[in-house]
């Protein structure tokens, strides 16, 4: 059964930093895009980063490139997002997500296993 439980959240001031890891189990994490996603209350899921099952090929929403760097170790079978530079609209529910293949793209719909989430609270 393919799992996923994202970690480090947490409430962090403007301008700080957090590293968010998505760990799998169940599956080989190598064959798998992932992506990471966050949703603030009220507002649409959003995707923030995609990284290729290689970890060759990487992509970011506009809003946040240069803060955001997204990172996987297959040995680890684990997916990292470290976001630097936090504003408080980065605010949300975090999830990663898994597509099998190379899809390097932030479309909701074609990921097909989700984590639950970790909460992201940016706030003075």
């Known amino acids: 059964q393919l799992q996923f439980v994202e970690s480090g959240g947490g409430l962090v001031q403007p301008g700080g930093s957090l590293r968010l890891s998505c760990a799998a189990s169940?599956?080989?994490?190598?064959?798998?895009?992932i992506g990471w996603f966050r949703q603030a209350p009220g507002k649409e899921r959003e995707g923030v980063s995609c990284?290729?099952?290689?970890?060759?090929?990487?992509g970011y929403a506009d809003s946040v490139k240069g803060r955001f760097t997204i990172s996987r170790d297959n040995a680890k079978n684990t997916v990292y997002l470290q976001m630097n530079n936090l504003k408080p609209e980065d605010a949300g529910v975090y999830y990663c997500a898994a597509v099998h293949g190379a899809y390097s793209g932030l479309w909701v719909p074609m990921y097909d296993y989700w984590g639950q989430g970790t909460q992201v609270t940016v706030s003075s």
């Open positions: 990284i290729s099952p290689s970890g060759g090929s990487t």
């Open positions: 169940g599956f080989t994490l190598e064959d798998y895009a």
